[in-house]
């Protein structure tokens, strides 16, 4: 799940400095989130159906 070619930008990030970012990977039964400032640092890691849940939660949330 962790090489190189499996982790992806995110589609908001842009030239510049959007491209601080996050980074996602994932296989059938996880998805894994980086810094994409920093990617040999720490991942999180989450059961594909929580990252699901995680995201929809998100999309609800009243931006600022």
């Given at each position: 799940?962790?090489?190189?070619?499996?982790?992806?930008k995110?589609?908001?990030?842009?030239?510049?400095?959007?491209?601080?970012?996050?980074?996602?990977?994932?296989?059938?039964?996880?998805?894994?989130?980086?810094?994409s400032?920093v990617?040999?640092?720490?991942?999180?890691?989450?059961?594909?159906?929580?990252?699901?849940?995680?995201?929809?939660?998100?999309?609800?949330?009243?931006?600022?």
């Open positions: 799940m962790t090489t190189p070619d499996n982790w992806r995110s589609s908001y990030s842009g030239e510049g400095d959007g491209n601080d970012c996050v980074e996602i990977a994932h296989s059938p039964a996880r998805v894994a989130i980086r810094d400032k990617p040999h640092r720490a991942m999180l890691t989450f059961p594909t159906t929580a990252f699901a849940s995680f995201v929809e939660a998100l999309k609800k949330r009243p931006r600022p």
